[in-house]
């Protein structure tokens, strides 16, 4: 059986909060638990509320690798972690062989998968994305209004999850000690995706075929665990083979099996081609999109009842506006040479039919779009 967007998943729930004493560390860091986990126990003592002199080492790196990650998250944004979420954040290490492909996010918590017997090391790529999900989703006033909206868009979720990677670490998924790990493969930027890529690239089950190929590949066959142990986990879940066909054609395109992580691959491609050409830091490339206090909108003419009524939505299309102003005369130069050759616009027709469908089957309206 193929398990389908296995990697780093978006889930919903309502984690309960209790009034708990935590330590400063993760009172600092604005979570209410963390908690080492595994197959066997689903359950286990909530380290914050350990005193600072009785943590582990393997917690209290945990701990601070988690503080300095919403620190910086926090800094993208100009405010406090403390001000970064609605509530203090519920987070579970799980041991799997899956490792940090086996990641989720619920509206308050993290599940990060981490390989067994490695001592609760996680990927703190994968971290910042399952981040990002909560941040884009949480409706926190503190954070921009546009993630209201942008949140439901299918070129958003998951190209913003990867975007706080990339802007914090400038990695999706942080290689495993310089070694050859295959998990980077489920996600992978250079700087040559775009929107002319075959269609087939944005389907389920190309990042899986990526990494069951580089599985296949000699110099990791004969590796030890915990690759070994992603990998036939990997062949026990079928084949995934990929042919890159047909064209891209984002009006003909079968919405239903787009994959939301590939989608946005062309975007985070461009995003970074952008700063490497204009010498911006993806951090400031983030915050040149994001750092405005009325974000623009596009307006949509919906019939409601016999009546029209105009909506205005945040968009891809209107954050690249944004982006995009806040750019020098030859920085703008530079973006449209990349949006071009990286078929942004392609994209963006891709975005802004799917939303016009999320629109019509919403309240059955009947929708256009205006300006
Ligand atoms: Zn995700």
Known sequence: MKLLLLSFLLVTSLPCLAQIDINELCSKA???SLKHLDLDNWDGPNICEKAMSELSVAERRNLEEINNIHQKAAELFGISAFDLFVEPLEIEMLETTLGGLYSFAGSRSISMGVYPQSDYVFNNGIYAHELGHILSGNGNKNLPLSFADL???????????????????????IPVSGEESCIDRARYISGGQT??????YFLSDFSMARVAQCCQSRAVRNRGAPLKGLCEEFSRMGEFSVKLTTPFDPMTIDMSKVDDHQIGIPLL?????????TQLQMKEIFKLGFDHKLPRTEVY???VNHETKQIEIHT?????????SRLNYAE???????????????????????LLDSLNKKESLVCSKIK
């Open 30 to 32: 604005g979570i209410a």
């Open 151 to 173: 949140d439901n868009s299918i070129l958003f979720t998951e190209m913003f999850a990867d975007l706080i990677a990339l802007s914090l670490f400038d990695e999706i998924i």
């Open 195 to 200: 929107y002319h890529m075959a269609q087939e």
């Open 269 to 277: 491609s461009f995003m970074k081609e952008l700063s490497r050409k």
């Open 301 to 303: 003419s919906c019939e």
């Open 316 to 324: 891809v299309r209107s954050f690249l506006q944004d982006l995009r």
């Open 332 to 354: 703008q130069l530079t973006y449209d040479l990349l949006a071009a050759k990286h078929g942004i616009e392609k994209g963006l027709q891709f975005g802004d039919r799917h």
